[in-house]
């Protein structure tokens, strides 16, 4: 694993705002440098993908629109220290399903997942066992329409190189039904860019760090691998895996958030 020495200095692509430890925000990027922590502003509330300041030991991202029960939630969180690496702590009912993926010392990138009880609030709160230097990220898609028995249809792949690299390539996942919805979620921990799956429909493109990818498939067996492409030279970390319907198509919930710009509005 490389050590902090060998980890070239990012582009200043994170949000620096500096609030109380425990606030969370989302929009515009700020061009200050991680070290250089910005005058203190009025945080903005948090969306379905979110950013925390630097030091900042919670991140919070806004429900999907029109959450009932049954639905099943998937997150990624992600944290960026100096060299520490940061355990999280999930709200009530939420069940780590993958990671901690580990490229390097201080990035830590969790894949979560939650059925609905029908009582979802705004949001929700994921708490840190410190406060990453860097910062974290956050995001979340709601689907309806998924079996709850077993969401995920077998595993849960995984990439995450430990040297830094434009693209990642997702392995195969092997699902057993023919109509499940595969999902992919991305994070490149320098910039994004124009991140794109060939197949898959983007989702979501969040803090201009995470993507959220799916697809739907028609037939059981090997997906074959996917490679996301569209990155800068960076570490990665990233998600593949199939859902498993209810009845119909899965679909997404309303997103319901606000474009700020930096991140790409999709509505369902």
Sequence with gaps: MMTKSNFRILRPIFITVAIAAAATVSGCQSK?????????????????????????????VNSSAGVQRGD???????????????TVTTPTGWTLIAGPLNPTTGIESYLFQ???????????????????????????????????????????????PTSVTTSIVLPAVSPVGSSDLLVAFVADYEFLGTPAITGMTEE???????????????????TGTRTVTGGSSSFWAGFLFA??????????????????????????
Excluded: E, K, W
Excluded at 34 to 50: D, E, K, L, M, R
Excluded at 73 to 84: E, L, M, P, R, S
Excluded at 206 to 217: G, M, P, Y
């Design 72 to 86: 099943v939630i998937f997150c990624y969180v992600g944290t960026h220290d100096n060299a520490a690496n940061i």
């Design 114 to 160: 939650h059925i609905s009880d029908g009582t979802d609030g705004a949001s929700y709160t994921f708490n840190f066992s410190g406060g990453p230097y860097y910062g974290s990220y956050a995001s979340q898609i709601t689907y309806h329409g998924v079996n709850n028995a077993t969401p995920v249809d077998g595993n849960v792949t995984t990439a995450s």
């Design 243 to 268: 859902v498993t319907p209810s009845r119909g198509v899965i679909q997404p919930r309303d997103h319901g958030r606000v474009d700020t710009g930096f991140d790409r509005l999709f509505y369902r």
């Design 204 to 222: 979501g493109f969040f803090n201009s760090i995470d993507a959220i990818f799916d697809q739907q498939l028609t037939s059981s067996g090997s």
């Design 32 to 60: 200050a440098p991680p070290s250089t922590p910005q005058a203190a502003q009025a945080p903005t509330p948090p969306a379905v993908g979110a950013s925390a300041s630097s030091g900042a030991t919670s991140i919070t």
